[in-house]
Each structure stands twice: as structure tokens, then as C-alpha cells.
């Protein structure tokens, strides 16, 4: 009797954790496999699940890729008009990050330069223009930086061209 209440013991704890990982653990690895190749093909394929919960999660995943999709849609969109509105300038217009490295050019400064946008994305001033010209423009922008003011205009001789020349700071 002690070997049969065992052996029944030990196969209902078997039959229970069979079930709870057929019930979790498969579709969360189903659902793993989806997000990597999600990660991988940027085509998000919900997994089919039987039970409720498991649906409401690809649901939740799906609303969440959806968003994205929508949020970068967006964001292009925008990036497209601050190019045309920055291209639509005669002024030279950069977007420089913390580091004051290039990031957006428009074409007067490609024009200005003689370089590509390609070319100078990623490059400081110290890349582009004489030291005294780059020092000069780095303390600029960073007390301009430190202040957290709207950048203001001033005019800055432009060695390459040779006169001086309008811009923000």
C-alpha cells in the first residue's frame, strides 16, 4: 500500500507538472520564438494559443508592435519635414548632439564645406574648420548649452569662405 501511494503520489506530481508546463511554459517559448524572430524580421507572427490568457498577451504584444510601428512612421514623417525646412534655408543649419558632433547638415552647409552630408555626419568642428575657428564655436555652444537659453544669432568669419557669415551659435 506504501509503494502504490507512492507511486500514485509521484505520478500525479508528474501529471500536474506536465500540465502546468504544457499550460506555460511551451507558449511562453512559442511566444519567445515569435519575439525573436519578431527582433530579427521586423514582421511580428502572433502565436496561436488555446487559452485566454495566452491570447491576451499576443494581443497586448501585438498593440504594443503596432505602436511602434506607428511611433517610427512618425518619427520619419518628421524627420522628413525638419529636412525640407532645414534644406529650405539659406542659412548654414547643423543639429549637433552632446558630444557637438554633427548630426543633420542642411545644403547650404554641405554647399559651404564642399563636402556630402554623408561626409560630414559624425564629424566636429575641430574636423572641419581650423582649431581657432572650432575652439571658438565649441565655447559658444557649450555656454550656450549651459545656460538652457533658445540658441540666439550671431555671426562667425567663415575661414573657408573668407567673409563673414550669419548663423546660430
Not at 82 to 103: N, Q, Y
Request: aromatic share 6%; with cysteine.
Amino acid at each position: 500500500v506504501l509503494i502504490a501511494g507512492f507511486l500514485l503520489l509521484s505520478g500525479s506530481l508528474l501529471l500536474a507538472f506536465l500540465s502546468t508546463y504544457a499550460q506555460v511554459m511551451l507558449p511562453f517559448n512559442t511566444r519567445l520564438r515569435a519575439l525573436s524572430e519578431y527582433a530579427l524580421t521586423g514582421k511580428w507572427e502572433p502565436p496561436h494559443d488555446g487559452y485566454r490568457e495566452h491570447q491576451l498577451a499576443n494581443d497586448a504584444i501585438t498593440e504594443a508592435v503596432l505602436a511602434r510601428e506607428r511611433a517610427e512612421h512618425e518619427a520619419q514623417q518628421r524627420m522628413a519635414e525638419l529636412r525640407t525646412f532645414m534644406d529650405s534655408m539659406p542659412a548654414h543649419v547643423t543639429v549637433k548632439d552632446t558630444d557637438l558632433r554633427l548630426r543633420l547638415v542642411n545644403e547650404a552647409f554641405c554647399r559651404h564645406t564642399g563636402r556630402g552630408s554623408a561626409d560630414l555626419l559624425g564629424k566636429s568642428d575641430a574636423d572641419l574648420f581650423p582649431q581657432s575657428l572650432a575652439d571658438r564655436g565649441r565655447r559658444c555652444q557649450h555656454h550656450d548649452a549651459g545656460r538652457r537659453e533658445r540658441p540666439a544669432f550671431s555671426r562667425v568669419t567663415a575661414a573657408a569662405a573668407g567673409h563673414d557669415r550669419a548663423g546660430v551659435a
